[in-house]
């Protein structure tokens, strides 16, 4: 399988190594599944769009083994592994790196093939798959922190970073190269991202890992840090 979180880091200095050629199957993969990742979301949670699992197969789907062999009383949207069962980052991720590559080429074909058609539908799967307050914004849960938190996790800085991140810059793009109803979903999508997770240590405030999340680790990575990178 493909573990998002191992295969991205390689691709991320091909652009200023100017290998663009070599970023094309990376994005062609995901491109390639997408159509049976809007059907796992229809299927699954009954929303929209796509989300890709963590450790995807060639084929888009979750590893056999990460969503469990045995199916014996569970809905096809249990998911096995508590390592990666409610981790969305990976399609946030994706974007950022898409427009990263849209940004150093200004291949316009690039941009209305691929990364707009993968923008909505990531988009489409946070919009259409979560709550929202009252104040309109997403309330993204159930989530987790990458490997680290997994229960009592809302609104996790990964996810949200991400968000907030790719709908600032879809938003900032060239209106004459975007459909007016593609601009006013994003316009929308940005308008309901959650809010930055920020917490207070020693009378300080500081990036948090989530807005809301139980202590207990299960691993010891530093969520809180992708409201820096990417």
């Known amino acids: 399988c493909h573990w998002y979180q191992n295969l991205r880091h390689m ?3 091909m652009m200023a190594q100017g290998d663009f050629e070599m970023m094309k199957p990376f994005f062609g993969l995901y ?6 990742a809007e059907t796992r979301t229809a299927i699954y949670h009954g929303a929209k769009g796509a989300y ?5 197969t060639i084929t888009g789907l979750y590893s056999g083994g990460d969503y469990g062999w045995n199916r014996e009383g569970k809905q096809p949207k249990d998911v096995d592994c508590g390592y990666w069962k409610y981790a969305w980052n990976q399609g946030p991720e994706l974007l950022n790196l898409m427009l990263e590559y849209w940004e150093y080429t200004g291949d316009e074909k690039f941009l209305k ?31 987790q922190v990458v490997e680290t938190y997994w229960s009592g996790v809302t609104n996790d800085m990964p996810s949200t970073a991400g968000l907030i991140s790719v709908t ?4 900032s793009l060239p209106s004459a190269l975007v459909p007016s109803g593609l601009q006013a979903f994003f316009k929308r999508v940005q308008a309901s991202c959650p809010d930055l997770p920020l917490e207070e240590r ?4 500081q990036l948090a890992p989530a807005q ?4 207990g680790t299960s691993n010891c990575e530093n969520g809180e840090l992708y409201g820096i990178w990417p």
């Open 212 to 215: 809301l999340y139980d202590k």
């Open 113 to 143: 093939n691929e990364l707009l058609p993968m923008a909505k539908s990531v988009l489409e799967y946070f919009d259409t798959r979560f709550a929202k307050d009252e104040k309109g914004k997403i309330l993204l849960n159930p989530t």
């Open 202 to 205: 020693n009378g300080k405030k």
């Open 52 to 56: 890709f699992p963590e450790t995807m």
């Open 168 to 171: 600032n810059r879809l938003v």
């Open 31 to 36: 491109e390639s599944v997408r159509p049976i």
């Open 11 to 13: 691709y991320h200095p």
